[in-house]
Each structure stands twice: as C-alpha cells, then as structure tokens.
C-alpha cells in the first residue's frame, strides 16, 4: 500500500525551528519527486517546497533561506527543516508525490493527514 505519513509538528516560538518528517511505505521515495505544502483555514493549499528524483530543492519565495528539504534514501523519508519560523508560516503541513509523472512542481489530489505548526509566542 502507498503512504505517506507526515509527523514532527508542534508549537514552536517566533525564531524557532522545527524539522517534520515524511515517511514512505509501498514504494521508494527517491524514484519520484516529493512535495512538501501547507494550509491554513479558510485559505487553498500552497506549495512550500520540493525535491526531485536528482535531490534538486525548489522553495516557494516565502522560505527560502529559511527553510530547506532533504531525503534520506535509506530510511525512505524525506525532511523539511524548518528555521526562523514566523506566525505566518502556522498551517497543516503536507507532503504528497506528483498525480501525474514524477518531477517537481507536485501537483497532488491525494492528502494525508498533515501535521500542525503552530508559531506563536
């Protein structure tokens, strides 16, 4: 079965740093591209990171500098580490594969269950 799992979430003050985790089952990360995304309430889902088969990293405007992703092959997870958190980056956090092909941007219909950060003093 093909999963993704997102976890590594939290509360995090202004300033702070948080790494979450996207662990695979059913196939292997690194024969496709990951995408890593976030929503908030009220607001459509945005794109905030990706990784290509080549390890090649694309960022939304909004992290880049602070934030940065990562694939470890052998434990089949890819990270995004996540620095100098602002308020505005409090969203649900996703990671998904591409519908279609396997190369970044992802463009994704398929969500798991997302892990929450929250920044706030």
């Known amino acids: 079965q093909v999963q993704l799992v997102e976890s590594g979430g939290g509360l995090v003050q202004p300033g702070g740093s948080l790494t979450l985790s996207c662990a695979a089952s059913g196939f292997r990360l690194v024969d496709t591209a990951i995408g890593w995304f976030r929503q908030v309430p009220g607001k459509e889902r945005e794109g905030v990171s990706c990784?290509?088969?080549?390890?090649?990293?694309y960022y939304t405007d909004s992290v880049k500098g602070r934030f940065t992703t990562s694939r470890d092959n052998a434990r089949n997870t890819v990270y995004l580490q996540m620095d100098s958190l602002k308020p505005e980056d409090t969203a649900v956090y996703y990671c998904?594969?591409?519908?279609?092909?396997?190369?970044?941007?992802?463009?994704?219909?398929?969500w798991g269950q997302g892990t929450q950060v929250t920044v706030s003093s």
């Open positions: 990784i290509n088969k080549v390890g090649r990293t």
């Open positions: 998904a594969t591409p519908k279609y092909g396997s190369s970044c941007p992802v463009r994704s219909d398929s």
